[in-house]
């Protein structure tokens, strides 16, 4: 008795104070409403979309990655938690009780005793009163849920990828919430070759969803721009304060800690993707994210690609530096044609151009920059010193979903050309270990761009500048660990 009452104070006074110390400059409930409705226009007729929310990842043993909400699940519902499934119907459908909806969500069910280890669950009713879902039912109700999807023309969803883990004790966990949903829609027969031609056909649509949400997701409404505009402005800060702290002798963990320290600062939530922080030869890895040289030399560039994620948004900016405070002639030579294709780039974007269009020019930039140094020998020449594209959207994701045929008004995405030259590269060893990357985000706009990441500095007058500006970190001082037997 004396249990259940806490546990009923616990439950009633929980729902006050889960308010009361979120951030509450997340996407709205009207924002993700907004999303649901669009996506619905977009749906075939009689159809139905279902989403599943993403699943728990384990680190080891019994610690598990801090959980990551899908990023179409987020869009759509702004629902953080695991274990939850949401479909949506082209047209209303009829309850048992006479209700007509149009998109239901099954999420994970309150729980005291979990809450108090795991963390706090919005619940069916959370899920209604704060996210606006209107249908909204705990998970162990879905097995039940009795919608015949055999009457859609189509229904759509993700194929699923063969890496959620069951929980025995969990009945309506993400696992059990897909078992069900397979049996619901006769999933297995999609791709049993056992079973006849005629028996696999069915309304199963794995394909088209993904459209959609390119399109959706690809043109930032004016809400999730201003936490992108947020996300980049926050990573640019980290990159100025790096500028103004690096010193010699410094390991590349410790810069990664200062960039990141500035964005929990901040209040950022996260990185959006693993810090790259890669010194000299380093910066030649495109995703380095070991950061393990104890100290960097003077002598090197650092190549440092960072995004700060605030309310679930990425940026996703490089900025590349002399450890010493001043570019050589080499590597100012080297970072220079970087920045002139990144300008080259820039110049062309507006509606209608594509992302092909844009990496082209940067190409040709640097292409003509290494021949005029003697690095290749000819424009035409095959090589790996610029081996990736200069362009993909930012957004809920670092590469985030949009198609990149045609810039369209609003889009938010990357610019960044880069030259690597790793060791025993082809061409004078006074080039080894030159790694230049320059990383900035754009919004396109009706005739050109808002330049996102301005903030950071970006000629190499400018960096050197930066770099001269005394650090509140400067003092930051910490004696070294004492051996302790
Ligand atoms: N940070 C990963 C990328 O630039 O695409
Ligand atoms: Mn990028
Ligand atoms: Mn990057």
Redesign the pocket.
């Known amino acids: 008795m004396y249990l259940r009452l806490i546990t009923i104070l616990y439950l009633s006074s929980f729902s006050l104070f889960a308010q009361s110390d979120l951030p509450t400059d997340f996407l709205s409930k009207e924002f993700h409403k907004e999303r649901r409705q669009k996506l619905r226009e977009k749906l075939p007729p009689n159809s139905v979309a279902v989403f599943f929310a993403n699943p728990v990842r384990n680190r080891a043993n019994d610690v598990d990655f801090i959980y990551h909400q899908d990023p179409n699940f987020l869009y759509l519902t702004g629902y953080k938690e695991p274990h939850a499934v949401l479909l949506i119907f082209k047209d209303n459908q009829t309850s048992a009780n006479g209700k007509s909806y149009d998109e239901i969500i099954f999420v994970q069910p309150r729980n005291a005793m979990r809450e108090m280890w795991t963390g706090r669950r919005l619940g069916d009713e959370g899920t209604r009163n704060l996210l606006g879902l209107e249908q909204s039912f705990d998970n162990t109700e879905f097995k039940k849920y009795n919608v015949d999807f055999s009457k859609f023309d189509q229904v759509l969803f993700y194929d699923f990828f063969n890496d959620v883990r069951d929980d025995p004790s969990d009945p309506s966990d993400l696992y059990s919430l897909i078992e069900d949903f397979k049996v619901k829609v006769n999933y297995e027969s999609k791709n049993n070759i056992n079973v006849s031609l005629e028996q696999r056909k069915n309304n199963l649509n794995l394909t088209v969803l993904d459209g959609y949400m390119k399109a959706l997701r690809g043109i930032k409404t004016e809400e999730e721009l201003a936490l992108i505009r947020k996300a980049v402005q926050i990573s640019c800060q980290g990159q100025i304060e790096v500028m103004k702290a690096l010193k010699p002798g410094m390991s590349e963990r410790e810069i990664q800690g200062v960039h990141e320290f500035v964005f929990k600062k901040y209040q950022a939530e996260d990185v959006?993707?693993p810090s790259?922080v890669g010194a000299g030869h380093n910066g030649c890895i495109?995703?380095y994210i070991e950061n393990y040289q104890p100290e960097v030399s003077s002598k090197e560039l650092i190549l440092m690609?960072?995004?700060a994620e605030y309310r679930g948004y990425t940026a996703?900016v490089?900025r590349t530096i002399p450890i010493s405070g001043k570019f050589t002639p080499d590597q100012k030579a080297i970072y220079d044609i970087v920045l002139k294709a990144q300008e080259a780039a820039m110049k062309k974007v507006k509606p209608g151009v594509s992302f092909a269009e844009l990496n082209q020019v940067t190409k040709d930039v640097v292409n003509k920059g290494l021949k005029d140094l003697g690095i290749i020998k000819s424009v035409d020449e095959d090589h790996l010193y610029y081996p990736?594209g200069c362009c993909?959207h930012i957004g809920l994701d670092?590469?985030d979903k949009g198609f990149r045929d045609a810039i369209q008004e609003n889009m938010t995405f990357?610019i960044?050309p880069g030259i690597y030259i790793p060791e025993n590269s082809n061409c004078d060893p006074r080039w080894w270990g030159i790694a230049v990357?320059i990383?900035d985000d754009f919004r396109s706009t009706k005739n050109g761009y808002e330049h996102l990441s301005d903030l950071a500095p970006r000629t190499t007058e400018d960096i050197e500048a930066t770099m001269k500006l005394p650090s509140p970190l400067d003092n930051f001082i910490l004696p070294d660990l004492k051996n302790k037997k």
């Open positions: 959006g993707y790259i495109l995703h690609d960072l995004g996703d490089t990736h993909h670092v590469h990357t960044e990357r990383e």
